[in-house]
C-alpha cells in the first residue's frame, strides 16, 4: 500500500469512528461548536486572511481568471459572513431523532421512523473558501462526520477555517476526527477515497460537469450529482404579459451564472405576437443576446437563429435560447427532452394549465408564476444546502440538513412474537 | 452493436417512454389494472400452471435442490394467492401525488413536496414465480414501468404470468411496455441492463449475496441493495424471562431460512445465570444448535464453542451464536461490529436501557421487546413489498410503493422574483 492510500485509509477510519460518537450527540453539543467556531472565525481573521493571502498570490499559477480569483478572496465582510452562516445553522432544528412518521399495528406494535445520520460524507468541492465552513456546519449539525476535501488554489485559507473548526470541536467535546480536511493536493487521494465505500456513506462532488462525471463513475458509494441547470421559462397562453416579462427578466438577468437562472423562453404561439414585443425589447435593453426558432426571429430583428444545441446550452451568461410552442403539452415535452430537470416556470392564469404542467414536467422544481431562482435551499427555507440535487434517488433539489439523513425504524412492544 | 445490446437497448427505451405515460396515469387506471390481472390469473389458471410445469421438468437439469423446487411449484393455492396479492395492493393508497410537506414562505411562495415515481425499475429476481406478478405490481402502482429479470429455472412459469399482466395492461389502457419481462436467459443481457442509466433508474436485486454484489458494482444506475440478516436479540439485565425465552425462540425457529430470524443470542452477565438454564433446553426442544462463547459453553453443556466466523454468520437454519455481554455498550458494540445493519431487538423492562439500545444500534429496524420477525414490508403495514433495504441511502428496511418514489418541489407564486 501507498503513503497515500494508508493516509486515506486512514482518514476514512477516523472519520468512520467519529461519526460513531455524532450520531448520538446531543443538540446542544453539535449547536455549541458551531457558535464557539463562528467566534473563533472572528477571533482569528488575521490567521485567516493571510491562508487566503498565499492562495491568492499563487492563482496566477494556477491560471485562475479575474472572477475566480474573485471568489477566492476573504474579506473581512465574507469573513463576518461565514461565522454568521455557522450561527444560522445553528438555530436550525436538529434533523437527528426527528420522527417522520408512525402508527400503531392492530397487533400493538409502535412502529415509527426515527432520523438518523447517514454516517460519513465525502465532499469534493472547488474554489470558495466558504464552502469549507458551510459543508462541515450542515454534516455535523445532522451527525454525519465529514471529509472535506477543497480545490488546491484554496488549500491554504481551506487549511487555516479547518484549524478553527478543529480546534471549536475539541473545545465543545466533539470528536476531533468529526470534520477532516484532505491535506495533500494530489488528485489521486480522491479515488482512493471513492473506493473506501466501508468508512465512507455518500460522496457529494460540487463543481464542474468534468468533476461529477468522474465522482460519479469512480465511486463505490452513492453519490449526490448536482449537474447543470437548463432552466426553462414557459410563457402560456392565459399568461398575465406584465407578470411573465418580470419574472422571464428576473430569472435571466438577476445572476446569470448560478444553476437556476433560465437558459430558455417557450412562449405559446396564442400569446407570442403580444409577448415577443414586449421581451424582446427588455431583453436588449438588459443586454441579452437571443438565439430564437424561426418564429422568435421573425418577430425580434435582434435574435440570432439557435442551433439544436443552443437549447441543451447551460450559458450562465446574458444569453437565451427562445422557441414558440404550438401548445403547453409541446412545451412540456420539450422541457423534458432539452431540460435538465432541475428547475422550469409556468406564467399563466389557467389554473387548468398550471396543473398540467406541474404534473408533466418531470424536474426537481417546477414553478408556477414565481421565478427560477427561487430554487436554491434558503430561498425554499431549508436554510443552507450542500447542493441542489439533480438525482431522484434518495434527495432531489436543494439538499439541506434533512437530505444528509436516513432513518430507522424503531418498533416497540410488549413481547409480541410472530 | 450486438443483437442482444440492441434487445436490451430497445427494451429500456420502451420502459422509459412507457413511465412517461404512467407517471401521469391516475389511481382508477392502475387500480383497474391490477384488480383485472387478478382475475385473468384466475381464468387461466392452467396456462400458468402448465408453464409452471414445464419449469418443474426442466428443474433437474438446473440442479435444484428440493426446497427450490418446492418454492418454484405453482398450485392453485398458490396462484389464488397471486391474484389475491395484486387485489391487495390494488387496494392501498397510490403514493403517486401525495403531499409528503409543505409550507408557506414569508414572501408568500407556497411551496410542497410532491411525490412522483422514480420512472424505470429493473428487477433482478431468483425462483419464485409470485415475485412476477409482486412487483410489476408494485412497481406499476408507483407509476413506475418495470423490467422484470427472473431466474432461468422459472422463464416459463414467469412468462406466462407476464402474459396475463401484459393482456390486462392493454385492457386497463395502461402503455403495454409498463411491465415487460427479459425473454433471453443469456446472463449477458443483465450487464447491458446495468449499464443503460439514460432509461433504467433504479435496479433492484433480489437475491443471494453474489447477486447482489455484481449488480452493485455493475450498475450505471442506483441500486437498492438487500444484503444478509445477521439479526440479533439481546437479552438485558432487566428482561423479563418469560417474554425473552419467547421472543428469542420465535426470532429464532418460527422461520428460520429468512433474513429477520435472529442468527444470535446476547445475554447481559448479570442474568446470563438465570437466563441460559431457561433458553437452553428451549433450544435443546426445538432443535437448535447453539454456538457460544466461553460463558455460554460453561452454561449449556449441550453448545459448541463459537468462532469469530461464527459471530458475522447468516445461518439461515436451526443454528444460533451466543454471547454473554458485560454491559449493554457491549451489546450494541457487538452489534455494529457483527451484525449487517438488518433488524436486532433488545428485550428489556428498563426505559433507560431501551433507549440507549434504539440510539446506538446502527440498523435499520431496532425492536423493543418484540421479535426481529416483524421487519417486514406486510408487517409494518406497508402493504408489500419489494425488499428489504439493508442500505442507509434513499431507501432503509422494508421497501414498498413508498421506497419506489421520489418527488418534486412544486411552488406556486403570484408573480414572485428575487
Keep these: 500500500m501507498t503513503d497515500l492510500e494508508q493516509y486515506c485509509q486512514t482518514v476514512g477510519r477516523q472519520a468512520r469512528e467519529a461519526s460513531r460518537l455524532l450520531a448520538t450527540a446531543g443538540g446542544d453539543l453539535k449547536n ?8 473563533l472565525i472572528r477571533d482569528r481573521i488575521d490567521d485567516l486572511v493571510s491562508g487566503n493571502v498565499r492562495d491568492l498570490e499563487q492563482a496566477p499559477e494556477y491560471g485562475l481568471a479575474e472572477a475566480a480569483v474573485d471568489r477566492l478572496r476573504l474579506t473581512p465582510d465574507r469573513i463576518e459572513g461565514i461565522a454568521a452562516a455557522l450561527e444560522q445553522v445553528a438555530a436550525l432544528p436538529d ?18 421512523r426515527r432520523r438518523v445520520p447517514l454516517g460519513v460524507v465525502f465532499f469534493i468541492y472547488e474554489s470558495r473558501p466558504n464552502v469549507t ?3 462541515a456546519a450542515l454534516c455535523v449539525k445532522s451527525g454525519n462526520a465529514v471529509i472535506l476535501r477543497g480545490g488546491k488554489e484554496a488549500l491554504h485559507s481551506n487549511l487555516a477555517l479547518y484549524r478553527v473548526l478543529a480546534d471549536a470541536l475539541q473545545q465543545a467535546g466533539l470528536p476531533e476526527n468529526a470534520v477532516q480536511l484532505v491535506e495533500t493536493t494530489d488528485r489521486a487521494a480522491v479515488g482512493h477515497f471513492l473506493g473506501l465505500s466501508e468508512w465512507i456513506d455518500v460522496a457529494i462532488p460540487r463543481g464542474g460537469r468534468s468533476l461529477i462525471e468522474r465522482v460519479a463513475s469512480e ?28 419574472i422571464v427578466l428576473n430569472a435571466k438577468c438577476q445572476r446569470p451564472g448560478v444553476c437556476n437562472a433560465a437558459e430558455c423562453l417557450l412562449v405559446h404561439a396564442g400569446i407570442a405576437d403580444q409577448f415577443l414585443p414586449i421581451i424582446g425589447p427588455a431583453f436588449d435593453e438588459a443586454g441579452v443576446e437571443v438565439r430564437g426558432d424561426d418564429r422568435v426571429c421573425r418577430a425580434l430583428p435582434t435574435a440570432r437563429r439557435a442551433t439544436d444545441e443552443d437549447f441543451r446550452t447551460e450559458y450562465l451568461a446574458l444569453t437565451i435560447s427562445a422557441k414558440v410552442v ?6 412540456v415535452t420539450h422541457i423534458n427532452t432539452y431540460g435538465s430537470h432541475h428547475t422550469d416556470a409556468i406564467i399563466t392564469s389557467d389554473v387548468s394549465a398550471a396543473d398540467r404542467f406541474v404534473g408533466g414536467v418531470d424536474s426537481a422544481a417546477v414553478m408556477v408564476n414565481a421565478s427560477t431562482r427561487f430554487n436554491d435551499g434558503g ?3 431549508l436554510g443552507a444546502e450542500i447542493g441542489i440535487s439533480t438525482d431522484k434517488f434518495h434527495a432531489r433539489g436543494p439538499c439541506g440538513l434533512r437530505e444528509l439523513t436516513s432513518y430507522k425504524y424503531v ?8
Tied chains: 1, 2.
Excluded at 230 to 243: N, P, Q
Excluded at 326 to 331: F, G, R, W
Design 95 to 112: 434533523p437527528v431523532g426527528e420522527v417522520i412518521d408512525g402508527h400503531v399495528r392492530p397487533n400493538g406494535l409502535s412502529i415509527i
Design 379 to 381: 430561498e425554499f427555507g
Design 219 to 246: 465511486a463505490a458509494m452513492p453519490v449526490i450529482k448536482h449537474f447543470d441547470g437548463v432552466c426553462h421559462v414557459y410563457v402560456d397562453e392565459s399568461a398575465d404579459l406584465e407578470m411573465a416579462r418580470s
Design 326 to 331: 404550438d401548445s403547453l403539452e409541446d412545451a
Design 32 to 39: 455549541g461548536w458551531l457558535r464557539l467556531a463562528a467566534q
Design 411 to 418: 418498533v416497540q412492544g410488549q413481547g409480541q412474537v410472530r
Design 133 to 135: 465552513a458551510d459543508a
